[in-house]
């Protein structure tokens, strides 16, 4: 069973920048696709960005394209969500997700490992 643990939240100002990290344990950590989803209090829990094993693939949602950008780097068992020209509607609570199958789905579905979530908060 893999353990995510994410960490790289906290407060920004609108137009600053946050980098989240998932540190990623228990399993292949290279055979893996990884997401990161957000929530806020009382709405559901939606897609940020994903990335395929190879990190050759990516996908993004519409609301952080050009804005956020999704890597990996696999001999550190590790993802990265680089968030740039933060806005006040970013605010949420950030989910790392893995899935076994190695792709970079956009569904919470396709996803079979989650972390605990970092806050992020963005002021005006």
């Known amino acids: 069973q893999v353990q995510l643990v994410e960490s790289g939240g906290g407060l920004a100002q609108a137009g600053g920048s946050l980098r989240l990290s998932c540190v990623a344990s228990?399993?292949?950590?290279?055979?893996?696709?990884m997401g990161w989803f957000r929530q806020v209090p009382g709405k559901e829990r939606e897609f940020a960005a994903a990335?395929?094993?190879?990190?050759?693939?990516?996908q993004y949602a519409d609301s952080v394209k050009g804005r956020f950008t999704i890597s990996r780097d696999n001999a550190k068992n590790t993802v990265y969500l680089q968030m740039n020209s933060l806005k006040p509607d970013d605010t949420a609570v950030y989910y790392c997700?893995?899935?076994?199958?190695?792709?970079?789905?956009?569904?919470?579905?396709?996803?079979?490992?989650w972390g605990q979530g970092t806050q992020v908060t963005v002021s005006s």
């Open positions: 997700a893995s899935n076994r199958f190695g792709y970079s789905g956009t569904l919470q579905s396709q996803y079979d490992a």
């Open positions: 228990g399993r292949i950590f290279s055979s893996y696709g």
């Open positions: 990335i395929g094993r190879s990190g050759g693939s990516t």
